[in-house]
Nanobody
Framework: QVQLVESGGGLVQAGGSLRLSCAASETISSSVVMGWYRQAPGKQRELVATITGAGGTKYADSVKGRFTISRDNAKNSVYLQMNSLKPEDTAVYYC???????????????WGQGTQVTVSS
């Protein structure tokens, strides 16, 4: 029943920056693991970054040092700051909330609707 709404995608030149945002439609446990995935045409969806409730982060090798994931628990939101963008970063980006199994509902995974990021050369 939770909806994730994404914003911030668009067209940017190589070397530029974008900031993606994703907000849940209702209060989410601070224990949720939040993440970003992306999918380019003809390619499989891949994990970009994750952040735990404690603030621990992981990044795909292809974006490490250029992208930063962050969260605001009060706003039930996750963000992705993308710097030094490359044409290879062009894809639809999806946010993901992974709720822990010990909640009354059990484990639940929610996805955003996707937002297009296009990096021109």
């Amino acid at each position: 029943q939770v909806q994730l709404v994404e914003s911030g995608g668009g067209l940017v030149q190589a070397g530029g920056s974008l900031r993606l945002s994703c907000a849940a439609s209702e209060t989410i446990s601070s224990s949720v693991v939040m993440g970003w995935y992306r999918q380019a045409p003809g390619k499989q969806r891949e994990l970009v970054a994750t952040i735990t409730g404690a603030g621990g982060t992981k990044y795909a090798d292809s974006v490490k040092g250029r992208f930063t994931i962050s969260r605001d628990n009060a706003k039930n939101s996750v963000y992705l700051q993308m710097n030094s963008l490359k044409p290879e970063d062009t894809a639809v980006y999806y946010c993901n909330f992974d709720l822990p199994s010990w909640l009354p509902s059990g484990r639940r995974v929610y996805w955003g609707q996707g937002t297009q990021v296009t990096v021109s050369s």
